[in-house]
């Protein structure tokens, strides 16, 4: 290969100096290092927890977030206030319907709020890339994981508690009798808690599988409502073709008619079962209880799981 000898020596007579070697300078430009409080993974999950609760209901948010959770929460509580306006106008002895199957009978609209909920705590985490920006801090990803449960499942609860405490309220105002009204206001959030807490699980693990909010909308209301119709279904079916007995055990396959049988075993309530009896707390009961302490868990895994793998 020929040479220019003038390059080379252009290239030899080049200055000496930090700008000629490309090496880099360093620039004092008024920065200053974090010398308050490391307040650690504790921290930053209460505030991961506060800021995703915050966005479940769109506070925080535009208007235009606030609009759909904010009416299904009136939606949800407008059944509540009619009841305690009649019970207290016919001076019944009763409410009209038993605090345990509320939510049982609210179940589409808590659905909605529970597929626009979970979408919103995770789908746009992974549609803007920010899950490596919160594992960069001293939040682990199991932090990360429980903090999102913790708020989801805390939301849900909320907006199912707040009817039941109208419910309570008016009971008590209306002179019902105020221990069996307490009894029946703590089984009530009792079931709400269970609800919460396994809807929570199953959505965002649905949620977490896609970016899109919109189709983790769809398929978390998919995943919700058509094993629900199915299984209902087959319980009618199944009851006019004379096996009663098998009408429990078809409520385990799905989550709907899951809690419904789980409140009519264990928290006293009637059910929406062809039979109307609830399943007893012995046998199918027990099933009831053992399947949904398992779904629970088995979806919480799964979702701990998925975000091994999430942000690398």
């Known amino acids: ?24 300078r360093i620039h004092n430009i008024g ?8 307040l650690g993974r504790s921290h930053g999950r209460a505030s991961l927890i506060e800021h995703s609760l915050r966005g479940a209901f769109g506070l925080g948010r535009s208007a235009r977030s606030k609009v759909l959770p904010m009416l299904l929460l009136t939606i949800m509580t407008l059944p509540a206030m009619i009841m305690v306006a009649v019970a207290i106008a016919t001076d019944l002895n009763e409410l009209p319907l038993e605090y345990t199957r509320y939510v049982v009978f609210m179940q589409p609209i808590v659905g909605l709020y529970v597929a626009l909920a979970a979408p919103q705590m ?6 803007y890339r920010t899950t490596p920006l919160y594992f960069s801090r001293p939040l682990e990803r199991s932090d990360y994981v429980t903090a999102k449960l913790a708020a989801l499942s805390v939301a849900i609860f909320v907006f199912c508690a707040l009817p039941l405490v109208l419910l309570y309220a008016g009971a008590l105002l209306g ?3 105020p ?3 307490t009894v029946g206001f703590l089984q009530g959030l009792a079931g709400a808690v269970v609800f919460a807490v396994l809807h929570s699980a199953l ?7 896609t970016p899109r909010r919109g189709f983790g909308v769809a398929a978390v209301i998919a995943v ?13 079916i199944v ?4 096996s009663s007995g098998a009408v429990d055990w078809i409520g385990l396959l799905s989550p709907g008619t899951l809690m419904d049988g789980f409140q009519g075993a264990y928290l006293g309530g009637a059910t929406d079962f062809p039979s109307g009896i609830a399943p007893a707390a012995g046998g199918a009961g027990l099933a009831y209880l053992l399947v949904t302490v398992g779904l629970t868990a088995l979806c919480s895994f799964l979702l701990l799981r998925r975000y091994r793998k999430v942000g690398i």
């Not at 020596?9 to 700008?19: E, V, Y």
């Not at 920065?31 to 490391?38: C, E, I, L, T």
């Open 1 to 24: 290969m020929h040479t220019d000898p003038n390059t080379t020596r252009s290239a030899d007579a080049a200055p000496d100096g930090p700008t000629a070697r490309g090496d880099a």
């Open 31 to 38: 920065y200053r290092s974090y010398s308050g409080p490391r």
């Open 122 to 127: 995770v789908s746009l985490d992974l549609r």
């Open 175 to 177: 002179e019902l009798s």
């Open 179 to 181: 221990s069996d009204e």
């Open 203 to 209: 959505a965002l693990l649905i949620a977490s599988f």
């Open 224 to 236: 919700l409502t058509v094993p629900y119709f199915a299984a209902t279904s087959l319980q009618w």
């Open 239 to 242: 009851y006019d073709l004379g």
